[in-house]
Nanobody, 126 residues
């Protein structure tokens, strides 16, 4: 019922920036919280950032605080992840997900996602 399509990934040098987009279609009237998760080779999928439908609540993993900014434009049905000061350890496939509105940082988990995008590759070279 909800389709999520990520874009904006690519190859950047350490210290560079990328902006990921998550375009939503389908059941767009559902007031989902939208999150970003990432998965690096050999590692489990981990939480990156999330934002409530209203934009009033934002959540960040400690590893990206101060470097990444999540935002959304509901008129465009799009959530963004601005990634600055990228590090090689940020290299991963980044996925956006529709999460329950009630989710909090304490309960944040990819297993609670209702819908997923296909992911976009981010590679940061040193």
């Amino acid at each position: 019922q909800v389709q999520l399509v990520e874009s904006g990934g690519g190859l950047v040098q350490a210290g560079g920036s990328l902006r990921l987009s998550c375009a939503t279609s389908g059941r767009t009237f559902s007031r989902y919280t939208t999150g970003w998760f990432r998965q690096a080779p050999g590692k489990e999928r981990e939480f990156v950032a999330a934002i409530s439908w209203s934009g009033g609540s934002v959540y960040y993993a400690d590893s990206v605080k101060g470097r990444f900014t999540i935002s959304r434009d509901n008129a465009k049905n799009t959530v963004y992840l601005q990634m600055n000061s990228l590090k090689p350890e940020d290299t991963a496939v980044y996925y956006c997900a529709a999460l329950p509105r009630s989710i909090t940082l304490a309960t944040m988990s990819w297993t609670k996602a209702d819908y997923w995008g296909q992911g976009t590759q981010v590679t940061v070279s040193s």
